[in-house]
């Protein structure tokens, strides 16, 4: 799977966006973007993927880059329930295994 | 839906043990679950991969015959550190995920073991 660069930590005030950039120049063409979140001392929780076009949910909007080998994960209206470590992993969709490998991630700080 | 939890929640167990962690998927049949390792102020190591009925996939570094996982049905999977250490105290978390939605996992809340 193909290594992803985050920033080890953010600021954001609370109700402004925040942007989480990670950089994953060696993605392959296979290869998807997910993210997970970590609130301290319990279990990640799954945020959301995509491959090459744009993706939101309920929970966050994913920007890829037209060339794949950056994205930013977007937070629309931050909370102090959004503080947390976030995760961008890079990963074959359906391989042989659906194991995660989680690097550093990007520490999150919500401000009021 | 796709609730995973883990029992105990804590645990402090005497050097030389063995303690048993549960991870159970409640609300869904979880087809192969995953074993993490936390230390304080570090990511998540992962440690195994158990499909339900076959013997898990042990990462590189993870001791087999130290760390038993046994994923005997499709909504449980336990972890038993055998022989505990001081240096296996750590944040034990899993997560689960389904056949259909692979790209998925749900992850348990995690159990604190402290080996003394």
């Known amino acids: 799977d193909a290594k992803t660069t985050q920033p080890t930590s953010m600021d954001c005030a609370e109700g402004r966006a925040a942007n989480l950039p990670c950089n994953h120049s060696t993605i392959s063409g296979n290869e998807y973007v997910y993210w997970y979140r970590q609130i301290h001392s319990q279990g990640p929780q799954y945020i959301i993927h995509g491959l090459k076009n744009n993706e939101t949910n309920e929970m966050a909007s994913l920007i890829i880059t037209e060339d794949r080998k950056s994205s930013t994960l977007i937070l629309p209206h931050a909370t102090l329930r959004d503080t947390a470590v976030y995760y961008c992993i890079v990963r074959v969709y359906g391989g042989a295994t659906n194991k995660l490998i989680f690097g550093t991630g990007t520490l999150l700080a919500v401000q009021p | 839906g796709a609730v995973v939890s883990q029992h105990p929640s804590r645990v402090i167990c005497k050097s030389g043990t063995s303690v048993k962690i549960e991870c159970r998927s409640l609300d869904f049949q979880a087809t192969t679950m995953f074993w993490y390792r936390q230390f304080p102020k570090q990511s998540l190591m992962l440690m195994a991969t158990?499909?339900?009925?076959?013997?898990?996939?042990?990462e590189q570094g993870v001791e087999k015959d130290k760390f038993l996982i046994n994923h005997a049905s499709l909504t449980l999977s336990t972890l038993t550190v055998t022989s505990a250490h001081p240096e296996d105290s750590s944040f034990y978390i899993c997560?689960?995920?389904?056949?259909?939605?692979?790209?998925?996992?749900?992850f348990g809340p995690g159990t604190r073991l402290t080996v003394t």
């Open positions: 997560s689960a995920a389904t056949g259909d939605r692979p790209y998925e996992q749900y």
């Open positions: 158990s499909n339900e009925g076959s013997k898990a996939t042990y």
